[in-house]
């Protein structure tokens, strides 16, 4: 597959995985570049007998997602800016007003995840990957990365429901 076709296809992927670890758009689209730009760097090295292109590139992107992290923590920032609505063609604002206070609330309970719940959590629902692919990447058995996501899902369930939003 050429880089285009890798682009095209995980680039929306790859973008909700970051989201789900930063919390502001601006920091997100960075940290998206760089995968990018790493992944292109390594296609010559890429290995399909190893890995599929999506946990290779995955596997690119939770390092980026890792070493901002690391870099965050030295640095001692905190980041409370909300989540920010994606430009759409919303016919009614209070539609778009309760999308944005739900995925506020939902990434707010991810937040409090533990990290490796977290990360889990993002492979799964951001990207689509599959128990086997998170375990080939992670380095877990396909049943413990599957217990991991029923338990995060849970405790997610169980925080939305405390609120009342669920």
């Known amino acids: ?9 995980y680039f929306a ?4 995985y970051v989201r789900y670890h930063v919390r502001l758009p601006a920091e997100a ?6 995968i990018f730009e790493a992944a292109l760097d390594g296609l010559g090295s890429y290995d399909a007998a ?3 292109v999506q946990v290779w590139l995955f596997g690119i992107a939770r390092n980026a997602v890792i070493d901002w992290a690391r870099a965050r923590n030295r640095r001692g920032e905190v980041f409370l800016d909300n989540m920010e609505e994606q430009a759409g063609t919303e016919p009614r604002v209070e539609d778009a007003f309760e999308r ?8 707010d309970a991810v937040s409090a995840l533990d990290d490796r719940s977290r990360d ?6 951001s990207s689509g990957m599959t128990n086997r692919e998170i375990a080939l990447m992670t380095g877990l058995g396909e ?6 996501i029923y338990r995060a899902v849970k405790k997610l369930q169980a925080t939305l429901a405390a609120e009342g939003k669920v």
């Not at 944005?100 to 990434?107: C, F, N, P, Q, Y």
């Not at 889990?120 to 629902?125: H, M, N």
């Open 50 to 52: 190893r890995a599929p």
């Open 100 to 107: 944005k206070e739900e995925a506020d609330r939902l990434l």
């Open 143 to 148: 049943s413990n990365a599957g217990i991991i």
């Open 1 to 9: 597959m050429d880089f285009a076709g890798i682009y095209d296809r």
């Open 13 to 16: 992927k790859v973008y909700n």
């Open 120 to 125: 889990i959590i993002a492979l799964k629902f």
């Open 29 to 34: 689209d960075d940290i998206t570049g760089r």
